[in-house]
């Protein structure tokens, strides 16, 4: 069936650190890709989505590229900050829109100063 | 943003109760919500999508005479857990988008459930 699955967290890095989070899926149609965060205490937020093959979804110094050839959604910044330390959600929709959100199980990222 | 409450943010109860989990949209009205169950180091799994006014349409394997969903406006919707069992733990997520699927869905902070 239709799934998303994420690399095991967590992930701790030091500020500034660059920060690569993987997701690839498994579709039988032609998804739509999004990723989401989830601070402490607080609900998930759309971050980026990306619609269609070689998309690129970017937000916040945060992208992801759309690969159709390897079924990958991978989440990269160049330099995070300790603000960013939340769970990170990678999903999939196969209905348009936002309907019928898959998730992967998420990545907790932990920045340290 | 839009911004999603869930009451209570965590409920302990006894086995054979019942809890009720409310889910509002603060400042938009919300004629969809979405409610989701997610176990421990697991993903978000879609239990049910609601409309106002209409009855809500379960997913596969989710009990609807469990989890009773109730929408009655359009910035509220309840989910009561039914003769609660351990098996029912969890963290409960609703979601609120403005009009159907084609908007981004707005998520509420979770309710923790533990069933004694």
């Known amino acids: 069936g239709d799934s998303v699955t994420q690399m095991e967290g967590p992930v701790t890095l030091s500020e500034e650190a660059f920060l690569t989070i993987n997701c690839t899926y498994t579709?039988?149609?032609?998804?739509?890709l999004f990723w989401y965060v989830q601070y402490p205490g607080e609900g998930l937020q759309l971050l980026l989505k990306?619609?269609?093959?070689?998309d690129k979804g970017s937000n916040k110094g945060f992208e992801a590229t759309y690969r159709k050839e390897t079924t990958s959604f991978h989440l990269e910044k160049g330099s995070v900050q300790v603000s960013d330390s939340a769970v990170y959600f990678c999903?999939?929709?196969?209905?348009?829109?936002?309907?019928?959100?898959?998730f992967g199980a998420g990545t907790r990222l932990a920045v340290h100063p | 943003g839009a911004v999603v409450s869930q009451h209570p943010s965590w409920v302990i109860c006894k086995s054979g109760t019942s809890v009720k989990i409310e889910c509002r949209s603060l400042?938009?009205?919300?004629?969809?919500m979405f409610w989701y169950r997610q176990f421990p180091k697991q993903s978000l799994m879609l239990m049910a999508t609601?409309?106002?006014?209409?009855?809500?349409?379960?997913e596969q394997g989710v009990e609807k005479d469990k989890f009773l969903i109730n929408h009655a406006s359009l910035t509220l919707s309840t989910l009561t857990v039914t003769s609660a069992h351990p098996e029912d733990s969890s963290f409960y997520i609703c979601?609120?988008?403005?009009?159907?699927?084609?908007?981004?869905?707005?998520f509420g902070p979770g309710t923790r459930l533990t069933v004694l």
């Open positions: 579709a039988t149609g032609y998804p739509s």
């Open positions: 979601s609120a988008t403005l009009a159907g699927g084609y908007n981004e869905q707005f």
């Open positions: 609601s409309n106002e006014g209409s009855k809500a349409t379960y």
């Open positions: 999903a999939l929709s196969l209905e348009g829109g936002y309907n019928k959100l898959i």
């Open positions: 400042d938009f009205q919300a004629t969809t």
């Open positions: 990306a619609t269609k093959a070689d």
